[in-house]
C-alpha cells in the first residue's frame, strides 16, 4: 500500500491540482494532516475533493475556525479574516463535512496523523525540545504531522533527535531511509501556503514495504491563486507570501 501525505491545503485548489497530476499513478490511497481550508481562496472546491478522494484525515486548526469549532480571537488579523470569509463561502454540505472531521491523533496502516502534534492538534513542533517531549507519548514509529507548514521533521533514536529537511530548491524530491530502530515525526509540508523559503507545493510519498519517506516538491500556477484571492477580497498578504513561500 502506498500513501500520499498531504498536510495544509487552505483551499488552494492549483497547487493541490498540480500535485495530484505529479503524482498521478504513484500511489494507493490519500491521507491529510489537516488545514483543509483558510487562507485560499477555493474552500469548497477543495473539500468537495477531500470527501471523494481522501481516505483517512484529521482537523486542523484552520478547519476548526471556519465552522466555529475553534475562538477567532485566537487568530491574528489575516487569518481572522480568512476564516470569517470562509465561513460564509461553504455550502452547507461542506460545513457539516469540517464540522465531523475527527481530532489526531488517528491510526492509519501502521503510522499516525496528527494536525499539530500528539499530545495537542493545535501545538507547533518548531524545535527538538517540543519534539521530545511529543516522542515521549508515541507509541508508533512513524507519526506525520502538519501545521508548522515546514516540510522535514524530526527523528529519535536512543534519545538523540535531530532535524529532517526536504529537497533543496534546486531538486524536486528527497529521499529518507527508515530505520526500524529509529522513531519518526514526519511534516509533509504545506500544499497550499509553504512557509520554509520554497514556494512549491510540498507533500511527502509513503511505501511501508519500501521503508522510505520521499519529500517532493510541485511548481503550480500561483499568479492564479493570487488573482483569486484579490479578487474575492481576501488580504493581499496572503496572495504576496505565495510568491516566496513565506
Given at each position: ?69 475553534d ?43 496528527v494536525?499539530?502534534?500528539p ?6 513542533l ?118 516566496t513561500?513565506q
Amino acid at each position: 500500500m502506498r500513501f500520499l501525505i498531504l498536510s495544509d491545503i487552505h483551499a488552494n485548489w492549483e497547487a493541490l491540482e498540480a500535485v495530484l497530476g505529479s503524482v498521478s499513478g504513484h500511489y494507493d490511497r490519500i491521507v491529510c494532516c489537516g488545514d483543509l481550508i483558510g487562507y485560499g481562496p477555493d474552500p469548497n472546491r477543495v473539500v468537495d475533493w477531500v470527501r471523494e478522494n481522501v481516505a483517512l484525515l484529521v482537523r486542523g486548526n484552520h478547519d476548526k475556525a471556519a465552522v466555529g469549532l475553534d475562538n477567532l480571537e485566537w487568530f491574528n488579523p489575516v487569518a481572522r479574516a480568512a476564516a470569517i470569509w470562509t465561513s460564509g463561502e461553504l455550502t452547507p454540505q461542506n460545513r457539516e463535512y469540517v464540522e465531523r472531521l475527527p481530532k489526531g491523533p488517528l491510526a492509519v496502516d501502521s503510522y499516525q496523523i496528527v494536525h499539530g502534534s500528539p499530545l495537542d492538534e493545535d501545538e507547533y513542533l518548531f524545535g527538538a525540545e517540543e519534539a521530545g517531549q511529543a516522542f515521549a507519548y508515541i507509541d508508533r514509529d512513524i507519526t506525520f504531522f502538519g501545521h508548522t507548514h515546514l516540510q522535514g521533521g524530526f527523528a529519535m533514536t536512543r534519545r538523540r533527535i535531530w532535524m529532517l529537511t526536504g529537497p533543496a530548491v534546486d531538486d524536486e524530491s528527497a529521499s529518507l531511509e527508515l530505520d526500524t530502530d529509529d522513531a519518526y515525526l514526519i511534516n509533509p509540508g504545506a500544499i497550499g501556503q509553504p512557509r520554509d523559503g520554497d514556494p512549491r507545493a510540498a507533500y511527502v510519498l509513503y511505501d511501508p514495504a519500501d521503508h522510505c519517506i520521499q519529500y517532493c516538491r510541485q511548481e503550480y500556477d500561483i499568479e492564479s491563486v493570487q488573482a483569486k484571492i484579490r479578487r474575492a477580497g481576501l488580504p493581499d498578504v496572503l496572495a504576496d507570501r505565495l510568491a516566496t513561500g513565506q
